[in-house]
């Protein structure tokens, strides 16, 4: 048993868990960002984790949710290295074999990830070695917390009564000791004190235990080493994920110069952007576009090396470099792209300017054959999603995408190549990062979601939204303006209704728009009068279908009802 408390022990065990995932970071510099142990367990939690989790996530953190849940990783990782700590302190063995297993399931969660290769696993064996070393080193090596140093009792001379025992701030386990625990029993008042002598219960090779003492020196080199080990895997974690970043595609992409359309985007038309406070501008920028998908490290894929296979079942199979598709006549359309994680009011939404090739051409070239009704786009990190190929064979505008609202697509966003479809929610239809389209059909392959309890195919429903005023607004009593957006790609809004206290609808107006597949601002002019009232808010779409008031959660196949906002006026 190793002469260290249990709760240096725990820290002891953190600074080595540290130092193994520091460690990790600057192997996977080498061998890819998402090699890296907490991301390929991450990842493997984002593919495992049952759907309410996931769901429950979005809910609470939204687009930060994947750095909550890389967060959440590390505090579960650093309890887990507290308790190998701990168990390291009674035998030395049994924490490095949980080192062992630290390091083994961010070996295999590596490999479970698309592409994975071999080198994958040397970030978490690399980092775990170095874990296994610097757990030695604190509870059985050179950083080990000695005994107290002591010396035979005097022969000459009665024992001194003293009285009541002072305790001493250098043992571990009383009271004014370290670990702030009962007061050794055996120094208790009127107990005779020996000077020179050890605790009752400690002896000159005893670990240090409840009433045994540590030598402040060793104390001291132990928190140093603690301490300096933090750091420099603190230092070794940043410069890892630094030195990837440098590896990424930023300096390639700022490189490229995107063709001219020869189909441009219509302008936006006067008045489209009521330019309200508080209200979604039309267009949004790159920026402030919404990002959900399952990539916890963004995928830094090269233009130079991408390509893009068109196979199953076709005629023609095809595969297209980037410099193919840039030399393909592009056409740039304003598309309106929501979530189907989007609750009733969320802001999972955005309108952009895109610029890419018509997939119906591609399709056209490659020439699907009988029963192929699924589209499947790949991803390069094997995400995938379906969609139907009668939507985009059917005059939409449906494009492989390599711009967006006038730069090439940022890569958070897909780059250098993304799906953009009018009319479907994302998870069937937005594959960012794209390397493959497979025709298959529905009945022999479900996409990514669908086995998680989602529908296989994704119609937008119609939605609408006040974006002002919000809830915790205090508007005068007098004219308000109230303003929002609606939405049914690919169907247009036809009226936007507003109502106040269940009262009767009322129809707001609808500024210009580019097309139906994108979304519409609305306004409306509320006499407002003192006390709380709620607002409501429903978008009929040009079929003539009002979206129905029922509330429904987003799965499977996106919210339903109406919005609401209670507010005070005064």
Not at 404 to 421: A, I
């Amino acid at each position: 048993m190793s002469s260290t408390s249990p709760r240096f022990a725990a820290l002891a065990g953190v600074a080595a868990a540290a130092a193994a995932i520091g460690t990790a970071e600057l192997v996977a510099a080498l061998t890819g960002p998402r090699s890296s142990p907490l991301v390929a367990v991450g990842g493997l939690v984002v593919d495992t984790a049952p759907e309410p989790v996931k769901r429950f996530g979005i809910e609470v953190f939204g687009t930060y949710d994947k750095i909550a849940l890389l967060v959440g990783t590390a505090l579960l990782l650093g309890g887990f290295a507290a308790l190998i700590g701990m168990l390291a302190a009674r035998r030395l063995t049994v924490g490095l074999a949980g080192i062992v297993v630290f390091g083994g399931i961010g070996a295999a969660a590596a490999l479970t990830r698309a592409g994975a290769n071999a080198a994958d696993v040397l970030p978490s064996l690399v980092g775990a070695a170095v874990g296994g070393l610097a757990l030695w080193a604190f509870i059985a090596g050179p950083l080990e917390l000695d005994p107290w140093p002591w010396s035979p009792p005097t022969p000459s001379g009665p024992p001194s009564v003293t009285g009541p025992a002072v305790p001493d701030p250098n043992t571990v386990g009383t009271a004014g000791g370290l670990d702030g625990t009962a007061t050794d029993p055996t120094a208790s008042a009127g107990t005779p004190s020996v000077p020179g002598s050890p605790p009752a219960s400690g002896g000159p090779t005893g670990a240090a235990g409840p009433g045994r003492r540590v030598d402040p020196d060793s104390r001291r080199r132990f928190l140093t080493g603690v301490g300096t080990l933090l750091g420099v895997a603190a230092v070794g974690g940043v410069a890892g994920r630094w030195l990837a970043g440098r590896q990424g595609v930023s300096a390639a992409r700022e490189a490229i110069t995107l063709p001219p359309p020869v189909s441009p985007a219509p302008p936006v038309p006067p008045g489209a952007d009521l330019a309200q406070p508080g209200l979604a501008s039309y267009v949004t920028s790159n920026r402030s576009f919404y990002r959900i998908d399952t990539a916890l490290v963004v995928p830094q894929v090269d233009p130079e090396t991408w390509r893009l296979r068109i196979h199953g079942r076709v005629r023609n199979p095809v595969t297209l470099s980037y410099a193919d598709l840039l030399a393909r006549p592009m056409v740039e359309r304003y598309v309106t792209l929501a979530c189907v994680s989007n609750e009733v009011g969320g802001d999972l939404i955005g309108n952009a300017r895109w610029l890419g090739v018509p997939i119906r051409e591609l399709l056209d070239e490659v020439g699907p054959l009988d029963g192929a009704d699924q589209v499947v786009g790949r991803s390069v990190d094997g995400w995938t999603c379906g969609t139907p190929t009668e939507v985009l064979r059917d005059g939409r505008d449906a494009l492989l995408a390599v711009g967006m609202n006038g730069e090439p697509l940022p890569v958070q966003h897909g780059f250098p190549v993304r799906m953009v479809v009018p009319g479907l929610y994302g998870y069937v239809s937005a594959c960012k990062w794209i390397t493959e389209l497979e025709l298959t059909s529905f009945a022999d392959f479900d996409a990514y979601w669908v086995p998680r309890g989602w529908s296989a195919q994704g119609p937008v429903k119609t939605q609408s939204r006040i974006d002002t005023p919000r809830p915790r607004n205090r508007p005068a009593a007098g004219p308000v303006t109230v303003a929002g957006v609606a939405w049914a790609q690919h169907r247009g809004i036809d009226r936007v209704e507003v109502r106040v206290d269940e009262g009767p609808w009322q129809q707001a107006q609808l500024a210009p728009t580019v097309s139906v597949d994108t979304w519409v601002q609305w306004s409306w002019q509320w006499p407002a009068t003192p006390g709380e009232h709620t607002l409501q808010v429903r978008a009929t779409d040009s079929t003539g279908e009002t979206q129905t008031g029922e509330p429904r959660d987003v799965a499977p196949d996106g919210a339903t009802g109406w919005h609401s906002v209670t507010l005070t006026v005064t």
